[in-house]
């Protein structure tokens, strides 16, 4: 039932940008994208969202292609705290958000 | 940080035993919800409730039943464990319920890890 797709995991080296790729060709017009992070089994922990233009706050730019069937997080400048589970979501129905299972991302010193 | 509380932190239980987990928000935020994540998936929503006294299942609800008598309180009952139930359980508030962020936007709990035995 996921609407997302995520590759599994990825690596970007401290101090890079990292690039994280999601794939939701059938988002409909008014549904939100939302990105969250889960460092090691914590609570999840919102990062960002977007509908149709691209988005920047204080951790992360989200960018939506013009077609909105997918988007890209980027962290400008990863640490290595920024190692975590990345989740991209689309709210699918009424207060329910629909997870998959993410992108594992490795921040290397 | 949203002010979430969950209790307990961590709680180990035999098969057939009821287990309550309690969820306590400082936020008088309407909207609580109740997800359990295994390992390597993502959260599943177990039951949501969009007021006092108001609740509604998710897509994992059978087993489970919630109550909120209180705002800042919502509490998940397993009414006789199974083993299938070993998960982690993280509550989640949101300011509303309705399309649209901010105020729709979810904030999560620590977690709490459920071993049953």
């Known amino acids: 039932d996921a609407k997302t797709t995520q590759p599994p995991s990825m690596d970007c080296a401290e101090g890079r940008a990292a690039n994280l790729p999601c794939n939701h060709s059938?988002?409909?017009?008014?549904?939100?994208v939302y990105w969250y992070r889960q460092i090691h089994s914590q609570g999840p922990q919102y990062i960002i969202h977007?509908?149709?233009?691209?988005e920047t706050n204080e951790m992360a730019s989200l960018i939506i292609t013009e077609d909105r069937k997918s988007s890209t997080l980027i962290l400008p400048h990863a640490t290595l705290r920024d190692t975590a589970v990345y989740y991209c979501?689309?709210?699918?129905?009424?207060?329910?958000?629909?997870w998959g299972a993410g992108t594992k991302l490795i921040i290397k010193p | 940080d949203a002010g979430i509380t969950q209790s307990p932190r961590h709680k180990v239980t035999e098969t057939g035993t009821p287990v309550t987990l309690r969820c306590h928000q400082t936020?008088?935020?309407?909207?609580m919800y109740w997800y359990r994540q295994d390992p390597g998936h993502g959260l599943r929503l177990i039951h949501y409730?969009?007021?006092?006294?108001?609740?509604d299942k998710g897509e994992v609800s059978d087993g489970y039943s919630v109550s909120r008598s209180k705002t800042e309180d919502f509490l998940l009952t397993l009414e006789s464990a199974t083993s299938s139930q070993t998960s982690v359980y993280f509550c989640?508030?949101?300011?509303?319920?309705?399309?649209?962020?901010?105020?729709?936007?979810?904030?999560f709990g620590p977690g709490t890890r459920l071993l049953v035995l």
């Open positions: 979501i689309v709210r699918v129905r009424e207060y329910q958000l629909i």
């Open positions: 936020e008088n935020h309407r909207y």
């Open positions: 059938t988002i409909s017009g008014n549904e939100y």
């Open positions: 409730s969009y007021g006092v006294k108001d609740t």
């Open positions: 977007g509908l149709k233009n691209n």
């Open positions: 989640a508030i949101s300011e509303s319920g309705l399309p649209g962020p901010p105020k729709e936007t979810q904030y």
